[in-house]
Structures are given as C-alpha cells and as structure tokens.
C-alpha cells in the first residue's frame, strides 16, 4: 500500500511540474510595440469644399468714349461675390524631422464660383445705359511649401503657401437700358461688349489640420486665401467712333476644403 501511494505522488508531482512550461506555451504571444506613424514620403490624394470671393471690376473709357459717354452714365455693378463648389487632386512630399514636418504640395482643381451683377447709369440724352459684369473661376491651381508641427504623433498642425494660378473670365456688357445692338442688330447709341480671359497668376497662403488614420492614411482640413491679382481687357464701343473701354477685374478668394490621401 505505501508503495501504491508512493507511486501516485511522484505522478503527481512530476504533472505540476511540467505544468508551468505547457502553461507558458499555450499563453497568447505579447503584442508588438506601437509605432508611431512616419510622415516622411510621397502622398496623393482628393479633396472638395466650397470657395467664396471677391472681384470688383473697374471701367475706364478712353478721350474718345469721353466725348459721348461720362463714367457717371455707364457705372460697373458694385463688386461681386462669386461662389460655389471646389474640387480636385493633389500630390504631394513631407520629410519629418522630430516633431516638424517639411513638404511641398502641388494641387488641380475644378471651380464652380460664379456671380452676375448689373448697374444703371444716370439718365442722359442717349438713354440710360446698363452694365452687365459676369465673373467666373473655371479652375485654379497652387504649388505650395508645408511646415507644420506634430503635438502628437498622429496630429500635424501647419501652414502652408505659395504660387496660385488659374482661368478667371470677366464679360463685361453695356447698353442702352432695354435696346441692345450688341450683336449687329437694331439699333442703339452706345453698345460695348467684352471679356477678360487667360491664365492668371498670383499667390495663396493659409494652414490646416492633417490627422494620421492609419501609416498610410491621413485626413485633413485646410483654409487657403487665393489672390489672383487683376486681369484687363480693352473692347471697342460699336456705336462711338475710335470709343473704346478697358475692364478690369481683380480677384481675390477664400476656399475651405477637407481631403483624404495615400502615403506611399
């Protein structure tokens, strides 16, 4: 009988023994380190948002306009405010160093800002005279530097600026109030009719927020200031012989975005 007891407590004691290694075999291996996500690479991405501007538009006549037509008869509408939908692509570059991060960033857009607006001149002996102005950005684009900081890891605060361009066409109308000639037609004493149109530079500056989903996805929300500068046009009155006007617009606008991009 001690011999049978004696067997079952070595069996025992050799089970408890070999328990902790099965234990430890069986346990769920230990996760692997965060790591923090690298901004360093070539990105590209989307973005939409909407765009809201400024652009007055100026009027001046030469001597030969003078004789017939005073700036008081043929004033432009005050200045307008296109706006609407914004939307394209971008592709990009950052390099981090510790917590700043370093980029350049090149973007394409589609822009759907447009306004029309008119004015009436005084009353004079040809008539009263109504000016038409129309104002559209078709597209834009802008070559910027980055610079932001990270708070944390994932959250990149910056700022951003640089070159901008893009096609704003002015088309500048005027005629006599309720007769217009403007297309060969009928007949009235002053009729003039041009447009603005071409590749217009500038610049932009403005910042944002980008914030890291994952390593090779990131969000973001970014405001930018376009200023495209002034572009003129120099159209012929067909009603006052070697009369002439010269339109200028100058166009300024603030666009608010929110984007998405792939880090490679």
Known sequence: MRQIISALLGATALS????????????????????????TGFYAGVNA????GTAPTSLSPNAAELTVILPVNNP????????????GGEIGYDYQ???IVAGLESDLSFAGLAKTGS????????????????????WFGTIRGRL?????????????????????????TGSNLGVSNCNGLGF?????????????????IGGGLEYALARQWTVKAEYLYLNLGKRSATFA??????????ASTDFKAQLVRVGVDYHF
């Open 16 to 39: 408890f023994a070999g328990a902790p290694a099965s234990f430890a075999a069986n346990m769920p291996a230990a996760a692997p380190p965060y790591q923090a996500p690298s901004w």
């Open 49 to 52: 948002g909407y765009g809201f």
């Open 76 to 87: 432009p509408p005050s200045a307008l405010h296109p706006g609407g939908f914004i939307g």
């Open 97 to 99: 160093i510790g917590n």
């Open 119 to 138: 004015a009436a001149g005084a009353p004079y002996i040809g008539g009263t005279l109504l000016t038409t102005v129309q104002t559209k950005l078709d």
């Open 148 to 172: 932001g900081i990270l708070p944390t890891s994932d959250i990149l605060l910056y700022a951003t600026g640089g070159l901008a361009y893009g096609e704003v066409r002015t088309t500048t």
């Open 188 to 204: 009235a004493v002053y009729c003039a009719s041009g447009s603005t149109s071409g590749i217009s530079t500038g610049w932009t």
């Open 237 to 246: 009155d067909l009603d006052v012989p070697g009369g002439a006007l010269t």
